[in-house]
């Protein structure tokens, strides 16, 4: 069974601009939850969705939405990004809500934003 | 809210010594417990979790941890690393909602631990 997959795996982008990342959960899996990664802040939540709704949220500003569609891929947009926006955004994905489901998380989508 | 404390920003070791990594939690609510580890430009990967049941957990790769929960603690050990496991390793958190079962996928993660292993 393929894993989490991300596209792209590195992107450039200069302040001001917008930028989709997606992600394709694990074939079955029905939650998509997406995180940030930075040297100084570690790991952060950024939001999870199941079954299209999103589910709960991070303590990030509005310019980071996402979105899940019926066959579970997800999409996350950053719009009018910040030199603080760059990041290894990690996906990851999970079959159900309960509290044993695992999480397998993808290889991440590296954003550089100059 | 919950929180998790990595008490080690770096370890290193020698080959084939013991390594244990240290990790605090703190939680008003029910907790399952998590390490995961990530090579140089990849993901996250499950090497053990705690649910319920015994506190010691055995993992991949030959690493365990042990649940205790008086002192809110989920060390990782190895007895024997390898220059392989050189690594970054997370300790992680989530909390579940309801005696149902349903939990939110959000993961709360310590600062992380690099471990490097000279020959």
């Known amino acids: 069974k393929a894993g989490v997959t991300q596209t792209p795996r590195y992107l450039i982008k200069t302040r001001g601009q917008q930028v989709t990342l997606s992600c394709s959960p694990i074939?079955?899996?029905?939650?998509v939850s997406w995180y940030q990664q930075t040297p100084g802040q570690g790991l952060q939540f950024l939001f999870e969705?199941?079954?299209?709704?999103?589910?709960n949220k991070g303590n990030f500003p509005g310019r980071f939405s996402g979105r899940q569609f019926s066959n579970s891929r997800s999409e996350m947009n950053v719009s009018t990004l910040e030199l603080g926006d760059s990041a290894l955004y990690l996906c990851?994905?999970?079959?159900?809500?309960?509290?044993?489901?695992?999480?397998?998380f993808g290889p991440g989508t590296r954003l550089t934003v100059l | 809210a919950q929180s998790v404390t990595q008490l080690d920003s770096q370890v290193p070791v020698f080959e084939e010594a013991p390594v244990e990594l240290r990790c605090n939690y703190s939680?008003?609510?029910?907790?399952?417990l998590f390490w995961y580890v990530q090579y140089p430009n990849q993901g996250l990967q499950l090497l053990l979790k705690?649910?319920?049941?015994?506190?010691l957990v055995k993992g991949i790769n030959g690493f365990e941890a042990e649940f205790n929960k008086s002192q809110t603690s989920f060390h990782l050990r190895k007895p024997s690393v390898h220059i392989s496991d050189t690594a970054e390793y997370f300790c992680?958190?989530?909390?579940?909602?309801?005696?149902?079962?349903?939990?939110?996928?959000?993961?709360?993660f310590g600062q992380g631990t690099i471990l490097t292993v000279h020959p």
């Open positions: 990851a994905s999970r079959w159900g809500s309960y509290k044993n489901n695992e999480q397998f």
């Open positions: 074939s079955g899996h029905r939650s």
């Open positions: 969705y199941f079954s299209e709704t999103q589910r």
């Open positions: 939680s008003s609510v029910s907790v399952y």
């Open positions: 705690y649910l319920s049941g015994s506190t």
């Open positions: 992680a958190g989530r909390n579940f909602l309801n005696a149902g079962g349903t939990s939110y996928g959000k993961l709360t």
